[in-house]
């Protein structure tokens, strides 16, 4: 694991993680639902509809959402698809 270093700024989301600024984190199924208070079913029916972000595959067997996508879908929820369509 890298030092800090000014040049080179990190942030902990959690005790022993290291994420360095200006990268995007995934958020698993989870996170997403506690985030936007949605039921699972809701998620896919909105996924699907292309009213909320769609999920990345990340590795076989193992998908998220992009946590910058997330942040602006849950500032404005009713201008993402919008978006997606312009």
């Known amino acids: ?4 270093t000014p ?7 959690r005790p022993g993680e ?4 200006g990268l995007d984190r995934y958020l698993r199924e989870a996170e997403v639902l506690r ?11 909105e996924v699907k509809a292309k009213r909320l972000p769609s999920q990345v595959r990340i590795s076989p067997g193992r998908v998220g959402w992009r946590a910058s996508e997330i ?3 849950h500032r404005a929820p009713a201008e ?7």
């Open 80 to 86: 993402w698809g919008q978006r997606e369509a312009a």
């Open 18 to 21: 290291l994420v360095m600024e």
């Open 7 to 13: 040049d080179r700024r990190h942030r902990a989301s």
């Open 35 to 45: 985030v936007t208070s949605l039921s699972h079913s809701t998620l896919r029916r």
């Open 1 to 4: 694991m890298q030092q800090a």
């Open 71 to 73: 942040a602006i879908w």
